[in-house]
């Protein structure tokens, strides 16, 4: 297996995704694969989908993919609204040709859990946080999936789990966005640790996780710009 950058979570955050790349290119990555909800956000869909579309990485859709192709635009969350408002018919069609989960040799990539893009791996939403899932819940999530290493996002937690029988599950962190209030299944808050942009690297048994200086800065001022002062505090600080 070659050195692959794992990276998930983007949301639009072009200035991260390019420090991330830059990173991860100078740390001997010949290879990399994308765990979904890439664009939806205050910051720069069309840029990145074009940066992302041009490079052709294994890549599968997210929560916020599904979300952008089903829901009708006057039912969209503000996030998505605004990503939908400034993606092309091409943009589109790509988002749609994306798989849901993708078996790339001894891995798997799944964005939340093989069956469902919406729940958390690693995390189980408890009250208004999340904590970490028992081993339990990871392997009841995981089911009967055999790969040696399952990748997944959503979170934006950077997290690696181990089974009993070896089997691996690990979550690369938010390249885009560290903190976020979410409403499903319930209201709850994720608060990172900072701003930094975040991946993982897998080569052979293997996975480092690794944090990224970016102009956080401008990311956040874009968000103020465009009336989400949510995001730019998350952008800023990492916190929501």
């Known amino acids: 297996m070659n050195r692959i950058?794992?990276?998930?979570?983007?949301?639009?955050?072009?200035?991260?995704?390019?420090?991330?790349?830059?990173?991860?290119?100078?740390?001997?990555?010949?290879?990399?694969?994308?765990?979904?909800d890439i664009l939806s956000g205050p910051l720069w869909p069309s840029e990145t989908a074009d940066y992302l579309i041009a490079r052709e990485w294994p890549t599968i859709a997210g929560n916020h993919e599904r979300q952008l192709l089903h829901i009708p635009p006057a039912r969209m969350n503000d996030s998505d609204a605004f990503t939908w408002s400034l993606l092309s018919e091409a943009q589109l069609r790509w988002l749609d040709a994306l798989p849901a989960t993708l078996a790339l040799e001894a891995l798997f990539l799944c964005h939340g859990t093989p069956g469902s893009d919406l729940e958390h791996f690693l995390e189980t939403v408890e009250q208004d946080r999340l904590r970490r899932a028992t081993e339990t819940e990871v392997a009841n999530r995981l089911g009967d999936r055999a790969e040696p290493l399952t990748l997944c996002g959503h979170s934006h937690i950077a997290g690696l789990s181990r089974l009993a029988d070896g089997r691996r599950i690990a979550n690369p962190g938010s390249v885009g966005l560290q903190g976020y209030h979410d409403d499903h299944p319930h209201p709850y808050v994720v608060e990172g640790e900072d701003a930094r942009a975040r991946y993982a690297i897998v080569e052979a048994t293997e996975i480092t996780f690794h944090a990224v200086e970016y102009d956080h800065a401008a990311a956040a001022e874009k968000a103020g710009r465009e009336g989400r002062d949510d995001w730019a505090r998350a952008l800023a600080t990492g916190k929501p």
């Open 5 to 36: 950058a794992v990276l998930s979570d983007i949301h639009g955050n072009l200035p991260a995704l390019e420090a991330v790349v830059a990173d991860a290119e100078a740390r001997g990555c010949t290879r990399f694969v994308n765990l979904g």
